[in-house]
């Protein structure tokens, strides 16, 4: 079974540019989260798809971050324009939905240096 | 609100070493409990988890019992190797959601 696919593994753009990252969830798997990892903190859930609807959407940043999940299937997240703070570990996960304690699958993640 | 409070690191070990890392949590109902590990240039992977209390989880000789009483899920492993070098991330997902919240990891290194 491939597991969830993220691209690109690494990038570096000055502040004020904009970024994109792509995740290909595991197939079959409706629940799509992407997550913020600051060097020495915990995953934060940035965002939380269902198919291609939103579920939580309340620690993302709107002003400038968004993100689209348009089929339902592989989702992508943007940064415009980036701050020093956004750079982070950009974690894409999925899982089946419903299931009580269901596991989520983590990507390898996006290492983001703003400069 | 939810959230997991850690024991800081980092941790140093020597092969064969009894392993703890602390982990306690904040959560109004029933939350399930996990124990992810982020190998060095890998993705977070599931290490065990526990959905109820006085549940134990264990996987590869590590082992963590949800003690309710005590708001705790602490991670044990009786002898360590240094192929368990890696971050540990402890973490809840609350009840009827699917996000999870994290702790902020325990680096654990074990040395030969």
């Known amino acids: 079974e491939a597991g969830v696919a993220q691209s690109p593994r690494y990038k570096i753009i000055e502040k004020r540019q904009s970024v994109a990252f792509w995740c290909n969830p595991i197939?079959?798997?409706?629940?799509l989260y992407w997550y913020q990892q600051i060097l020495g903190q915990g995953p934060k859930l940035l965002i939380q798809?269902?198919?291609?609807?939103?579920?939580?959407d309340s620690q993302l940043p709107k002003d400038r971050f968004s993100a689209e999940r348009l089929k339902g299937v592989d989702s992508t997240l943007k940064i415009q324009p980036a701050k020093l703070e956004d750079s982070a570990v950009y974690l894409c996960?999925?899982?089946?939905?419903?299931?009580?304690?269901?596991?989520?699958?983590f990507g390898q993640g996006t290492r983001l240096t703003v400069v | 609100g939810n959230s997991v409070t850690q024991m800081e690191g980092p941790v140093t070990l020597s092969e064969e070493a009894f392993l703890t890392i602390n982990c306690t949590y904040t959560a109004t109902g029933y939350p399930s409990l996990f124990w992810y590990v982020q190998y060095p240039g890998e993705g977070l992977q599931l290490l065990l988890k526990a959905t109820k209390a006085d549940d134990k989880g264990s996987n590869k000789g590590f082992e963590a019992t949800y003690r309710k009483e005590t708001t705790s899920f602490h991670l044990e492993k009786g002898s360590v190797q240094v192929s368990d070098s890696a971050v540990y991330f402890c973490a809840l997902r609350k009840t009827g959601a699917n996000n999870l919240f994290f702790g902020t990891g325990t680096r654990l290194t074990v040395i030969p």
């Open positions: 798809f269902q198919n291609n609807g939103v579920v939580d």
């Open positions: 996960a999925s899982s089946s939905p419903g299931n009580w304690g269901t596991e989520a699958f």
């Open positions: 197939s079959g798997h409706a629940t």
